[in-house]
């Protein structure tokens, strides 16, 4: 199984700022098959990325994500009101396994 | 528009059983791998189980294999989950996720609104 790290757990930032969100993994992995999620309180996941840094249909091109083999970071530009959420990272390659979570939160 | 219903959620008691169904529509549906993913309160997201378009094969994550069974019906645009001998800790809203495509490597794409699961006695 692959283990996804996810770090910080909680990141407290304001509107207008940069987040940079990390996601690490125990094993390679495979192709950078990593996609990132989005989940507001009450709602169902939304997918934001795919194969690492493509931009899913209808996100804002202030997400954007990078990375490769164990390394990988989610970066939102400007933070919008709206982008305060939950972030999850998955290895959908391989063990289908999800990160833990960073809430990104108002300061 | 893809649109995913879930249904057959409730309160069980430990060592019940349940059926979890999920309507698809808006995209044809054997061409897509589809998958469960569940969400305990207040905790992260876990991969359940997954199926390919074609139905021909099946996943199941350690922590429900012998228990639940993913299956699908390709004339009916529906999926489902049977649960047997359910767990307090599979208290969790249940997604119903359309993968990217029909088998792997695929992501999880379009995500319904879920259906809640809740085992106590």
């Known amino acids: 199984e692959n283990v996804l790290t996810q770090s910080p757990g909680t990141l407290s930032l304001s509107p207008g700022e940069r987040a940079t969100l990390s996601c690490r993994a125990s094993?390679?992995?495979?192709?950078?098959?990593l996609a990132w999620f989005q989940q507001k309180p009450g709602q169902a996941p939304r997918l934001l990325i795919y194969?690492?840094?493509n931009r899913a249909t209808g996100i804002a091109d202030r997400f954007s994500g990078s990375g490769s083999g164990t390394d990988f970071t989610l970066t939102i530009t400007r933070l919008e009101p709206e982008d305060f959420a939950m972030y999850y990272c998955?290895?959908?390659?391989?063990?289908?396994?999800f990160g833990q979570g960073t809430k990104v939160e108002i300061k | 528009e893809v649109q995913l219903l879930e249904s057959g959620g409730g309160l069980v008691q430990p060592g019940g059983s349940l059926r979890l169904s999920c309507a698809a529509s808006?995209?044809?549906?054997?061409?897509?791998?589809m998958s469960w993913v569940r969400q305990a309160p207040g905790m992260g997201l876990e991969w359940v189980a997954a199926i390919t378009g074609s139905g021909g094969d099946t996943y199941h994550a350690d922590s429900v294999k012998g228990r639940f069974t993913i299956s699908r019906d390709n004339s009916d645009n529906r999926l489902y989950l049977q649960m047997y001998s359910l767990r307090v800790e599979d208290t969790a809203i249940y997604y119903c996720?359309?993968?990217?495509?029909?088998?792997?490597?695929?992501?999880?794409?379009?995500w319904g609104q879920g259906t809640q699961v809740t085992v106590s006695s």
């Open positions: 094993q390679s992995v495979t192709r950078n098959y």
């Open positions: 996720v359309k993968g990217s495509s029909s088998s792997r490597p695929y992501y999880l794409h379009y």
């Open positions: 808006g995209f044809t549906f054997n061409d897509y791998a």
């Open positions: 998955q290895d959908y390659g391989s063990s289908r396994t």
């Open positions: 194969g690492a840094s």
